[in-house]
T-cell receptor, first 116, second 117 residues
Framework: DTEVTQTPKHLVMGMTNKKSLKCEQH?????MYWYKQKAKKPPELMFV???????INESVPSRFSPECPNSSLLNLHLHALQPEDSALYLC???????????????FGPGTRLTVL | AQKVTQAQTEISVVEKEDVTLDCVYE???????LFWYKQPPSGELVFLIR??????QNEISGRYSWNFQKSTSSFNFTITASQVVDSAVYFC??????????????FGKGITLSVRP
């Protein structure tokens, strides 16, 4: 299995809702990533997990809460979002080979989020 | 700080034309890694290639080829005999070698390639 899956594909939520995005990979990767991508822009890194521990938080607002229950799963919990948070949310995974910076990331298809 | 510049924003070609996508990078590190990703309209970023800073050999994979030149800090991507399925946004990205465990990518702004039949 060489793919990263994400659910749901589309999500519409109000500013008072609580929802979660899910990501799964079965490639044995020990690093997992969340990115946010606005239209016509490159992906922006949000969080990185290494060996199921949060290793990078790019100063993301607390209304986004990541969770890595095990090495195959990554969640992003959403609460009290703003309309400007509407974007494509991409999950990625990679090996951790020890050559820092070298590991290519494999991306999922994303969740297109709309906040009303 | 590292930076990736993709000066072309949109390119439109007719099928079977060759097209080159430019990428210029900036980094202070002597060890770094360069990537190209393709993002079709479906949204998923597809990994195309990784190149190490200490390996300047050009690479060819089918209709795709990459020209890495450290002297000009460029890592250009050429599609030969383009096809409609090549229509996508193409991102060049840079990752520096550092003591952390993760690959942290700096992306260029992307180039939208449209291939017309």
């Amino acid at each position: 299995d060489t793919e990263v899956t994400q659910t749901p594909k589309h999500l519409v939520m109000g500013m008072t809702n609580k929802k979660s995005l899910k990501c799964e990979q079965h490639m044995g990767h020990r690093a997992m990533y969340w990115y946010k991508q606005k239209a016509k822009k490159p992906p922006e890194l949000m969080f990185v997990y290494s060996y199921e521990k949060l290793s990078i938080n790019e100063s993301v607002p607390s209304r986004f809460s990541p969770e890595c229950p095990n090495s195959s799963l990554l969640n992003l919990h959403l609460h009290a979002l703003q309309p400007e948070d509407s974007a494509l949310y991409l999950c990625a995974s990679s090996h951790l080979t020890g050559l820092a910076g070298a590991d290519e990331q494999f991306f999922g298809p994303g969740t297109r989020l709309t906040v009303l | 700080a590292q930076k990736v510049t993709q000066a072309q924003t949109e390119i439109s070609v007719v099928e079977k034309e060759d097209v080159t996508l430019d990428c210029v990078y900036e980094t202070r590190d002597t060890t770094y890694y360069l990537f190209w990703y393709k993002q079709p309209p479906s949204g998923e970023l597809v990994f195309l290639i990784r190149r190490n800073s200490f390996d300047e050999q050009n690479e060819i994979s089918g209709r795709y080829s990459w020209n890495f030149q450290k002297s000009t800090s460029s890592f250009n991507f050429t599609i030969t005999a383009s096809q409609v399925v090549d229509s996508a946004v193409y991102f060049c990205a840079l990752s520096e070698h550092y003591t952390g465990a993760n690959s942290k990518l700096t992306f260029g702004k992307g180039i939208t390639l449209s291939v017309r039949p």
